[in-house]
Every structure is written in structure tokens, then in C-alpha cells.
């Protein structure tokens, strides 16, 4: 099985600083908003703001992180129970926790593969026999949002069992993707918005929403020494809003309020 790519080597954004001296937002967000999340914070500096620093991995890795002391001023989640968890921990400050997006869960192969259309993931659909010798990419099952909505769904539609010794487990979506996109795996699981950022995968397949947890994004600001209360609120809210929304819709994520 492929070696699990480590959770802590994560990818962050750094973008030039449109006021000097001011200090910068930390934002710590699920892997699958780096496109939207860069194009923000581009829109967010042309606006005369300082350059917030974006730091993507899998929500749980980062929800970990945290937990554990480490510099943030927005955290969002792919998956509710991370943002749940810190908030049981006080990590989370009351009230500025909100969930506007939502995403849908598919089966990807590469872009060259001959693999059938099979426009909704059944009990049916051969996924093993699809994989061939191969493996299938999903997130780490136990704590990434998309590894674990991926084991539900196959639970649901009784394929885990068939697949659970045929996975190749990764640290955040975005590394399904590069499995897929670059042949590593022939097939994998990750977010309908991931698939459609991809020019060199194709979607196989959409599971069904009932198969597993609905698929929600919380934002929230974090507790942390030394965080600037307004600079943060004043860039959830526009994370959060109007402008967002239109970006988040225009890369596939559903709007849900």
C-alpha cells in the first residue's frame, strides 16, 4: 500500500501584504477550498487589506493543530464533527460559527482512462473489478472528511468490504487527486468540486447523498492569544459572504445559506 502522505506537510499560501505593518490573518481550512480560498484572498488583498496566510490540509490535521495551541484566526472545516470538536473545547469563539457550503462526494479516474460512465454509484457498480489490480485512492478513513465519507458511502452501498484491503489511503483530498491525475491509482474518491478543479481526471460516477454524512463546511473564528478580534471578523464575514458566495458557486460548491 502507498505510504500515507504525512498530515503535517500541508500547503501554504503567502500572499504579498497590501498594507505594511499590519498583521495577517492565519486561516487554516480543508484542502478541497484551495482554489476558491486563493482567488478570495487575491480579492480580499486588491481590496487593501492585508494578505491573510492560507494554510490547507485535511480538517482534522488542522483541527488537531489548533487544539494544540498552534496560530489561527479562522478555521474551516469539510467536515462538521472536526468544528464540533473544537468548539466542545472551547477553541472556537461563541456565535461566529456559520456552515454556507455544501459538496458532493464522486468517483474519479484519470482523464485518459476508458473507465464506463456510471452516472450514480450503486450497490452494483463494479468498483472492484473497475480497480483491477489496482487501488483505490480515498482519504485516511479515520480522520479526513473525505476518507470518511468515502467509507461510509461504501459501507452503505455494501462495498467496503470488497475494497478495504484494495485502498490507497492519503492525507488530505487534494493527494487523491494527484494519485488519480498522475496514474498512481486508477480510480479514487474525492469531492465533486475537487473534480471539477482537475483538467486531468474525469468523474466516473456521484455517490449518493443518503450514502453518507451530508457534507457541510463550518467556518468559525478560533481562540488564540494575540489574534486581532476585528481584522478576523471583518474577513470571515467576507469569506462568508455575497462575493464569496459567487466564487465558492462558481467552483461547484453547493450554497446552502
Known amino acids: 500500500m502507498k505510504r500515507l502522505v504525512h498530515a503535517a506537510m500541508l500547503a501554504m499560501v503567502g500572499l504579498l501584504a497590501a498594507v505594511p505593518g499590519a498583521r495577517a490573518q492565519t486561516v487554516l481550512a480543508a484542502a478541497s477550498l484551495t482554489d476558491a480560498l486563493n482567488r478570495l484572498g487575491h480579492d480580499w488583498v486588491a481590496q487593501g487589506h492585508p494578505a491573510p496566510t492560507l494554510v490547507y490540509g485535511s480538517s482534522g490535521a488542522l483541527a488537531r493543530q489548533i487544539a494544540q495551541g498552534a496560530p489561527a484566526d479562522i478555521?474551516?472545516?469539510?467536515?462538521?464533527?472536526?468544528?464540533?470538536?473544537?468548539?466542545?473545547?472551547?477553541?472556537?469563539?461563541?456565535?461566529?460559527?456559520?456552515?454556507?457550503?455544501?459538496n458532493a462526494l464522486v468517483l474519479i479516474a484519470s482523464g485518459a482512462a476508458t473507465t464506463q460512465l456510471q452516472p450514480d454509484i450503486t450497490a452494483e457498480t463494479p468498483i472492484a473489478q473497475m480497480l483491477g489490480s489496482g487501488r483505490l485512492a480515498i482519504g485516511q478513513p479515520q480522520g479526513v472528511p473525505a476518507g470518511i465519507y468515502a467509507k461510509q458511502a461504501l459501507t452503505a452501498l455494501h462495498q467496503w468490504d470488497s475494497l478495504a484491503d484494495h485502498l490507497a489511503p492519503a492525507a488530505d483530498v487534494r493527494s487523491v487527486l494527484r494519485e488519480v491525475s498522475t496514474k498512481e491509482a486508477p480510480l479514487g474518491i474525492v469531492y465533486a468540486t475537487d473534480a471539477k478543479a482537475a483538467k486531468d481526471v474525469r468523474v466516473v460516477g456521484t455517490f449518493p447523498e443518503a450514502s453518507h454524512d451530508p457534507i457541510i463546511y463550518p467556518f468559525a473564528l478560533v481562540r488564540h492569544d494575540g489574534t486581532d478580534p476585528a481584522a478576523a471578523r471583518a474577513l470571515l464575514a467576507f469569506l462568508t459572504g455575497p462575493h464569496a458566495r459567487d466564487v465558492y458557486r462558481s467552483y461547484g460548491f453547493t450554497i446552502l445559506n
Do not use: C, M, Q
Not at 478555521?75 to 466542545?88: G, Q, R, T
Not at 472551547?90 to 460559527?97: A, F, K
Open 75 to 102: 478555521f474551516i472545516s469539510a467536515d462538521v464533527k472536526w468544528a464540533d470538536s473544537l468548539d466542545h473545547d472551547n477553541h472556537l469563539v461563541p456565535g461566529s460559527r456559520t456552515a454556507p457550503l455544501g
